[in-house]
Nanobody, 117 residues
Framework: QVRLAESGGGLVQPGGSLRLSCTAS????????MNWYRQAPEKERELVAA???????NYADSMRGRCTVSRDNAKNTVYLQINNLAPEDTAVYYC???????????WGQGTQVTVSS
């Protein structure tokens, strides 16, 4: 059974940083493109960052320059480092695994990030 478990969310002050983690089990992690999405209240889920099996990265325009996605295949874990957090970054952050050239995808349960003073 495939499981994606996010962690690292919480309450942080504006200007602060967080590192989110997503650990996968039940799949061949190195074969999957790993994505981070977020969903704020009353908004659609949006892609934040992605990292391919070749470690090519892509970022949403709103996150570029203050966000880094990385992966450790030995630990089956993908990370999302976010710096200079702002209240508009408040959302539930979801981990997503996609097998390239297929319809196979999995989602985690999400981790809440709240940016507030």
């Amino acid at each position: 059974q495939v499981r994606l478990a996010e962690s690292g969310g919480g309450l942080v002050q504006p200007g602060g940083s967080l590192r989110l983690s997503c650990t996968a089990s039940g799949l061949v992690f190195s074969s999957f493109t790993m994505n981070w999405y977020r969903q704020a209240p009353e908004k659609e889920r949006e892609l934040v960052a992605a990292i391919t099996t070749s470690r090519i990265t892509n970022y949403a325009d709103s996150m570029r320059g203050r966000c880094t996605v990385s992966r450790d295949n030995a630990k089956n874990t993908v990370y999302l480092q976010i710096n200079n957090l702002a209240p508009e970054d408040t959302a539930v952050y979801y981990c997503n695994a996609v097998l390239p050239y297929s319809t196979t995808k999995y989602w985690g349960q999400g981790t809440q990030v709240t940016v507030s003073s």
